[in-house]
């Protein structure tokens, strides 16, 4: 079977939330997705954080204000996520969505 793909995506009060074409609907709270952009710079972040933290690790001290601003999707593999604290390099692939995804 290929990958879980997108069919749709919604804000449901704060909250990404993405229904896939196996039938999984998933939410996403932006304090989360914020805490594990895969970025290089929040992966420096993680790299000199004492102790270092894994590459896949939650970043500490996100806002709970925070908000999503954009959500644009990078060619059929990916989403780009803008932020209110104004990040927006982050590219989040299907399948870490996929896998960070709460069921909703």
């Not at 069919?7 to 039938?23: Q, R, Y």
């Not at 996403?28 to 952009?37: D, H, I, K, S």
Request: aromatic content about 8%; overall charge neutral; proline content about 10%.
């Amino acid at each position: 079977m290929s990958a879980p793909r997108p069919v749709a995506l919604t804000l449901e009060g704060s909250d990404l939330v993405i229904a896939w074409n196996d039938g999984h609907r998933k939410r996403y709270a932006p304090q989360r997705l914020r805490g594990l952009c895969p970025c290089a710079g929040c992966n420096e972040a993680r790299r000199h954080a004492d102790p270092p933290l894994p590459l896949d690790a939650t970043l500490p001290d996100i806002p709970q204000t925070i908000a999503y601003r954009s959500v644009s999707p990078v060619g059929n593999y990916a989403y780009k996520i803008g932020f209110s604290d104004g990040h927006d390099t982050g590219i989040f692939t299907l399948e870490n969505l996929y896998r960070w995804g709460d069921d909703a």
